[in-house]
Every structure is written in structure tokens, then in C-alpha cells.
């Protein structure tokens, strides 16, 4: 059995209870060694033989994979954040079908929520934005032309761009030309939730300096939108004192 396993964003204590529990009962741990916090390895049992996919092949790991299950051995694969997110789990889980091993999944954090977290940040804030675009810019990974930075800049919804702090001036220069104005707040989160995180709140026009001042160019999110400001936002109605909902009557505010 494959357990693919969310690690969080970083922070040893941002795994789920679940997520730990499989680490501690794991015969094989194989985990991203570029973005998994190591210290999430300390729960592992003696014995536990682990493996960095970082310098692993898919081939490679596979057969570690099937090496185990000769044995009846447990295999946590460890995937950083969320494994939904950007994790290419779905290529192995084709390849683990092929060759009837099973599997079950067990979320994480995303790094887009500990950013969040990190910035006391709601992405989604009445009257601003409903919506969080998350996305990427193209590198050796294709995006979709319908899905190009331009394309979703003219939701003008929150967006969360991974995998693109390489190359933030590029970035920032689509989303100015694809009509987002110069003064559109940003962020940009590196190593989010952990002890060397580093946050920098900017406009669109200050990104590339600011994450260059940094020295910021991997292992981090940009976050593009006018939530980033986090204000001139509307109250929500959930909370308004006159709203009734199915739990609880609104208070006349004339009576
Ligand atoms: N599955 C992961 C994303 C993997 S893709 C998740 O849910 O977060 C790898 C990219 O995620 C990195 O290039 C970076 O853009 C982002 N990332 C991962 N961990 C991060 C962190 N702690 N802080 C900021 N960005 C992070």
C-alpha cells in the first residue's frame, strides 16, 4: 500500500494528525527532498528506510515502490503541500494502477494557505474578490493559452501564482501590459511557515526590485490582487447582526 501524504507548506507542525500517523507507521518514506521540511522525517520509525525523490527519476521510484510491496512493506510517498496541487501524483498513480498497487491520498496544507496565514491575508474579500485564481506561468511545464497570465489577469481576481518567482520582472510586466494598473498590491512569500520565511508586501511595479532585494528567485508564491491590501472590503453578511440564517435569528435593528 502507497500512502501519498500532504507534508504542509513547511512548518514540522503543519502536517494533518493523520498525515503524522502514517509517517510514524511508514516501512519507506520516499519525499521531495527540494521542498519537504526534513525535520517531518524525525517522526518516521527506526529503521524506516527514506528516499529523496529529488534525486530520483519516476522509474527510479517506482521501483522502490514495488521493492516494498514485495516485501508487504507500507510506503508513504511525502509530497509537499497539498499533493493535488502541482505534485504530478497523478503519473504515478497511473503507474501504480498498471501494476495493481494501491493507494489513498491524505491532503495537506498548500503553501498558498500558510502565505495566507502568514500575511493574516483573506483572499477572498466581499466587494473585492470572490475568487482565487491559482496558477503558473509556463516553464517547462506548457499552460494552456486560455489560461495565459493575460487571459486570467481580466478576472481581476486574487491570484496565487506558484512556480514563477524565477522570473517575477516578466511576470510583472504581462500583468501591467494585460491592463492590471502599476499600483495593484502584491506579495510575495518565500519559504512560507518556515523559520527562514520571508514576506514582502509590494505593487506590481515593485516586484521585480523587491523580490530582488530579497534575493528571492525559488520556494516562493506572488501573490497578485486588490485583497492583498485588505481594504475597502464590504462586512460580510454572514456575521451581520440583522442576517438571519438557519442558525441563528438577526436582531431587528429598529425594534
Ligand atoms: N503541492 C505544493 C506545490 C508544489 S509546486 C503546495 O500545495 O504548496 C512547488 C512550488 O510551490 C514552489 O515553486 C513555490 O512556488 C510553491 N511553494 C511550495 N512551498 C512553499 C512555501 N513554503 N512558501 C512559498 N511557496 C511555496
Not at 137 to 145: A, Q, S, Y
Amino acid at each position: 500500500m502507497v500512502h501519498f501524504v500532504g507534508a504542509g507548506p513547511g512548518a514540522k507542525d503543519l502536517i494533518t494528525l493523520r498525515g503524522k500517523e502514517l509517517i510514524e507507521k511508514a516501512d519507506v518514506i520516499i519525499y521531495a527532498g527540494s521542498l519537504v521540511n526534513p525535520e517531518l522525517l524525525d517522526y518516521a520509525k527506526e529503521g524506516c528506510s527514506i528516499h529523496d525523490s529529488s534525486k530520483l527519476d519516476i522509474d527510479e521510484v517506482l521501483e522502490i515502490i514495488k521493492n516494498a510491496e514485495k516485501e508487504g512493506l507500507t510506503t508513504v510517498r511525502l509530497h509537499t503541500g497539498d499533493p493535488s496541487i502541482y505534485g504530478a501524483i497523478r503519473e504515478q498513480m497511473d503507474l501504480l494502477d498498471k501494476d495493481g498497487i494501491s493507494y489513498d491520498v491524505t491532503p495537506g496544507v498548500s503553501s498558498f494557505c500558510g502565505a495566507a496565514a502568514s500575511l493574516n491575508l483573506e483572499y477572498t474579500l466581499p466587494g473585492i474578490s470572490q475568487s482565487v485564481i491559482i496558477t503558473r506561468m509556463e516553464g517547462r511545464t506548457k499552460v494552456p493559452e486560455k489560461e495565459s497570465v493575460e487571459a486570467l489577469a481580466a478576472h481581476e481576481a486574487t491570484m496565487v501564482f506558484f512556480l514563477s518567482a524565477g522570473d517575477s520582472k516578466r511576470l510583472s510586466e504581462r500583468l501591467i501590459a494585460a491592463g492590471l494598473t502599476e499600483d495593484t498590491p502584491c506579495a510575495i512569500v518565500y519559504k512560507a511557515t518556515w523559520p527562514d520565511e520571508k514576506k514582502v508586501i509590494c505593487s506590481l511595479k515593485t516586484l521585480p526590485e523587491a523580490a530582488s532585494k530579497e534575493g528571492i528567485t525559488k520556494t516562493a508564491l506572488i501573490i497578485v490582487g486588490k485583497a492583498v491590501a485588505q481594504s475597502g472590503y464590504e462586512m460580510s453578511r454572514l456575521y451581520a447582526p440583522e442576517f438571519t440564517t438557519e442558525y441563528r435569528k438577526g436582531k431587528n435593528k429598529d425594534a
